[in-house]
């Protein structure tokens, strides 16, 4: 699949992305990532390869500070408004695993009509927010590593139980990044949730 590269100028900051366009039909998902990752860590364990294959549209992006975006003052929920505002994203199901995962609830929160779907991997910060998850109303799909020792698996028992289209998936034996350490299952669990909710069939 060609991905393209583009840097973006977002007030005075500067936004890597990696991007491919969505095949007639299908959805995009825009990926965030984790604290020790970036844009790239999405095209070299070939999700971005697998969702193009499946007709999915693919925007990645590097966080002000991590990978290719250098850092700025500008908040990461206001980045990412900024993002799907200036690549015309029609309500993005929004991949965040840990430190993106906050974001990523930040922002549904926050623009809950700028999203179409949540998919959140160990996600961190979620006792702050408790009492707002129950109005996030977009299908939701909760991994976790049964062997998380940076959130606890009890974090993604709260995500499922108060958002009310949500669904957990336990990796087990699978550390805080399980979809690095479990690659198939997690994209069969993320293709299999696409098929589900947004319309595409998923292929084994």
């Known amino acids: 699949m060609a991905f393209v590269d583009q840097k973006i100028r977002i007030a005075d900051c500067e936004i890597h992305l990696i991007k491919a366009a969505a095949g007639p039909g299908g959805r995009t998902l825009l990926f965030l990532h984790g ?3 970036n844009a790239a860590t999405w095209r070299d364990l070939g999700t971005l390869d697998k969702l193009g294959e499946e007709g999915y549209g693919v925007l990645a992006l590097d966080l002000p500070g991590f990978g290719e975006s250098p850092a700025c003052d500008l908040a990461p929920v206001k980045v990412l408004k900024q993002v799907v505002i200036n690549q015309k994203l029609e309500k993005p199901v929004i991949v965040g695993p840990s430190m993106g995962g906050k974001v990523a609830l930040d922002f549904a929160l926050a623009h809950p009509e700028l ?3 949540l998919v959140l ?3 961190v910060g979620v006792e702050e927010i408790k009492e707002q998850l129950s109005t996030i109303k977009v299908p939701t ?4 590593g049964s062997e998380d020792a940076i959130s606890p698996l009890t974090n993604g028992h709260l995500l499922a139980g108060l958002i009310p289209d949500a669904s957990l998936v336990l990796m087990q034996g699978a550390p805080h990044p399980c979809y690095l350490d479990q690659p198939d299952i997690w994209h069969w669990e993320l ?3 696409l098929a589900e909710h947004f319309g595409i069939a998923c292929k084994k």
């Open 121 to 123: 991997i160990g996600a």
């Open 141 to 144: 799909l909760i991994l976790w």
């Open 191 to 193: 293709t299999s949730f």
């Open 35 to 37: 604290m020790k990752f």
């Open 115 to 117: 999203v179409g779907g």
